[in-house]
T-cell receptor, first 111, second 115 residues
Framework: SQQGEEDPQALSIQEGENATMNCSYK?????LQWYRQNSGRGLVHLIL?????REKHSGRLRVTLDTSKKSSSLLITASRAADTASYFC???????????FGTGTRLLVSP | DVKVTQSSRYLVKRTGEKVFLECVQD?????MFWYRQDPGLGLRLIYF???????EKGDIPEGYSVSREKKERFSLILESASTNQTSMYLC??????????????FGPGTRLLVL
């Protein structure tokens, strides 16, 4: 399977703390994307980072990519209760047009 | 605003029934996708389509078929529903052009229970 893996599977923090989740993948990629899924809903795209980029920011989100280690991390700073959701990484492999999703990290942010 | 809609949020069917899940997007996207999501397994691609009347098998096509007669509509068909097809089904679309548009836009999902 080409599926990526997120780590940890679940993360529980307090409001105001930072949350870091990691993603590992197996093949060479064109880009890596992070998505959020609120309970029982569809996925929403958060951020995309290309294989030639090392870091990207969007609001309270910071994504890093290390293609030599085939890994990425998503940092959410100053977490809020509304950030409670599952977070998925997805990779677009070179030469393919379909995304491969990881198994997700469940984040719980307590007030 | 970008919109992908799915015909039902919840569906209960009996084993052996033929089930139709419909997805409509209003963004004029070329690509459309059907996934199923199960606990611990993440999202797995069932079928996708690059254009009208075109379809490609994903990672788990067995027991499913699809239809894309119009650009905006992509249907997933369970020919004879089985209990192991109980799952959350997610539809997504994306444009064909490379770039930031490679992101996918998801519908709200259909939670299917097969009894």
């Amino acid at each position: 399977s080409q599926q990526g893996e997120e780590d940890p599977q679940a993360l529980s923090i307090q409001e105001g703390e930072n949350a870091t989740m990691n993603c590992s993948y197996k093949t060479s990629i064109n880009n890596l994307q992070w998505y959020r899924q609120n309970s029982g809903r569809g996925l929403v795209h958060l951020i995309l980072i290309r294989s030639n980029e090392r870091e990207k920011h969007s609001g309270r989100l910071r994504v890093t990519l290390d293609t030599s280690k085939k890994s990425s991390s998503l940092l959410i700073t100053a977490s809020r209760a509304a950030d409670t959701a599952s977070y998925f990484c997805a990779t677009l492999a070179l030469g393919f047009q379909k995304l491969v999703f990881g198994t997700g990290t469940r984040l719980l942010v307590s007030p | 605003d970008v919109k992908v809609t799915q015909s039902s949020r919840y569906l209960v069917k009996r084993t052996g029934e033929k089930v139709f899940l419909e997805c409509v997007q209003d963004m004029d996207h070329e690509n459309m996708f059907w996934y199923r999501q199960d606990p611990g397994l993440g999202l797995r691609l069932i079928y996708f389509s690059y254009d009208v009347k075109m379809k490609e098998k994903g990672d788990i096509p067995e027991g499913y078929s699809v239809s894309r007669e119009k650009k905006e509509r992509f249907s997933l068909i369970l020919e004879s529903a089985s209990t192991n097809q109980t799952s959350m089904y997610l539809c997504a679309s994306s444009p064909l052009v490379a770039g930031e548009e490679e992101t996918q836009y998801f519908g709200p999902g259909t939670r299917l229970l097969v009894l």
